[in-house]
């Protein structure tokens, strides 16, 4: 046993020192070849554009763009910008996504950089500018380009000089002398929104602070000017690099083309117009199916764009509902019909309206309320403007002559639209067969006619009396 017991251990101590060498062999030539693996490797930067106003769609991008360069493990991001501003709740959250990137992000002022598009480009860690643009004009306004109160301009104050102070301080070396200085003047990015704010031998002229290319340059809001690209790569010393661009898929090509303001116009003329024929034709046929779609395809984009919220939606349905109930089941036309058409007014008008902009952009915000109202008014306008005029003219057109029915029935040839049996019932006697109130079922001689209780009303076995015949509408009395 003792012999055995030593062998066993002998050949464990001769196993386990080679199998820490060949780990290490094996460990070493791993390092070795993921160093070269490395060293192979281009740096990796993606690219990805906004050239129009800031807003949803702009926000959409970039998210989907930032989701994408952490997929691919980016090195660096680029984002290509020409913009001349937008909406200021949208351009917060782009610039609070840029600050709290992993990978760092490069601004490329392709021309403009104006009012919401200064606030993002301030946020990413390097500006490069084409000569002969701008950036600043940070101002906050309404739709009609009037200044809007000073609480809105002191939350954009705020917000630029915070995004400026987040790239912290530079020290400089001089000589003898060190020199502390904030990489961005948070008093240069104030004096982009308010003209009250002077910097000395910068902005002296009590006006609102936008830059050049070149004084951006001189006064450390731009690390350089480039042309393109390429260029901002040189000079922020990128080289063997690989370009991965951001190309909009097909489902986000769709959805700029349906949020189209002429595009949105048609939508709801669609879904009125196809209400409006429904309810002209017994059934459900091919107009409520166009008014489906049109709704789906409203709706649809403004939802995943955030605009259109769950309650906005369940609005537009109720009004539906209500409209439908007022035609079908209540008789005339009162308050549920035109409840139905407030709400579907309100359910379409403010689907296209961001309900975060109510909680800051105040009359910005109603700008936009007013514009959104104004294209449901007059496309529902337009919709049944063109549904009533083209009513007779479609269904008596050759293309539908053989569809529809368009003989007349002339009286004088004996035809008549009600039953001239009712005539010979004025002046007999007979039961109730329901409560009339005023309407109901009436019997006599053994016939069923629909009757009208002239006077108050007349519960179900009541003997009556037929007084006359109006429009085929029988009215009868107690008897």
């Given amino acids: 046993m003792k012999r055995e017991k030593k062998g066993y251990i002998s050949r464990l101590l001769i196993l386990v020192p080679a199998m820490l060498l060949l780990s290490a062999g094996t460990l070493d030539t791993s390092l070795n070849q993921t160093g070269t693996r490395t060293q192979k490797d281009k740096t990796r930067v993606y690219v990805f554009a906004i050239r129009d106003e800031i807003g949803k769609p702009s926000l959409r991008v970039m998210r989907e763009a930032f989701a994408e360069a952490y997929t691919i493990k980016a090195d660096y991001i680029i984002l290509h910008l020409n913009t001349y501003g937008g909406m200021v709740n949208v351009a917060d959250s782009m610039r609070t996504r840029i600050l709290n990137s992993p990978i760092p992000v490069l601004a490329f002022i392709d021309n403009q950089a104006i009012s919401a598009g200064a606030l993002i480009s301030i946020a990413c860690d390097s500006i490069y500018m084409r000569p002969g643009g701008n950036i600043g004009a940070a101002t906050v306004v309404d739709q009609t380009g009037s200044v809007v109160p000073d609480k809105y301009q002191s939350f954009m104050r705020s917000t630029m000089r915070a995004t400026a102070e987040s790239h912290g301080k530079d020290t400089i070396i001089t000589g003898n002398d060190t020199l502390i200085r904030w990489h961005r003047d948070p008093r240069i990015a104030e004096a982009m929104v308010d003209p009250r704010i002077v910097v000395e031998g910068i902005d002296d002229s009590s006006k609102v602070l936008t830059f050049t290319a070149e004084e951006a340059m001189a006064n450390h809001y731009c690390e350089g000017l480039a042309k393109n690209i390429e260029e901002v790569l040189a000079l922020a010393g990128i080289k063997n690099y690989e370009l991965v661009t951001y190309k909009p898929s097909g489902v986000d090509r ?8 002429v595009v949105q116009g048609i939508l709801i003329m669609l879904m009125i117009g196809g209400i409006y024929y429904e309810l002209q034709s017994p059934g459900i046929g091919f107009p409520l199916v166009i008014a489906l779609a049109a709704a789906m395809l409203y709706f649809a984009p403004l939802y995943l764009e955030g605009l259109a919220a769950h309650w906005e939606i369940l609005l537009f349905i109720a009004g539906l509902a209500l409209v439908i109930l007022e035609i079908f089941v209540i008789p005339g036309f009162g308050v549920a019909g035109i409840s139905g058409i407030a709400l579907i007014v309100v359910g379409l008008t403010l689907s296209l309206v961001d309900n975060v902009s109510f909680r800051f952009e105040g009359t910005q915000a109603l700008g936009q309320l007013a514009r959104a109202l104004f294209t449901v008014v007059i496309s529902v306008f337009l919709s049944f ?8 003219r479609f269904a008596f057109s050759k293309a539908m002559s053989g569809l529809a029915l368009d003989s007349v029935q002339d009286h004088k040839q004996g035809y008549v639209s009600i039953d001239m049996r009712q005539k010979e019932m ?12 005023p309407s109901g079922r009436i019997e006599i001689e053994g016939e069923i006619f629909d009757a009208k209780a002239e006077i108050s009303y007349i519960e179900k076995g009541e003997k009556i009396r037929v007084i006359r015949d109006e429009a085929g509408q029988l009215y009868v009395v107690k008897a």
């Fill in 385 to 392: 403007t063109l549904a009533i005029l083209g009513t007779k």
């Fill in 254 to 261: 769709i959805i700029g083309f349906l949020l189209s303001s």
């Fill in 426 to 437: 004025i002046g007999k006697t007979g039961t109730a067969r329901t409560i009339l109130r």
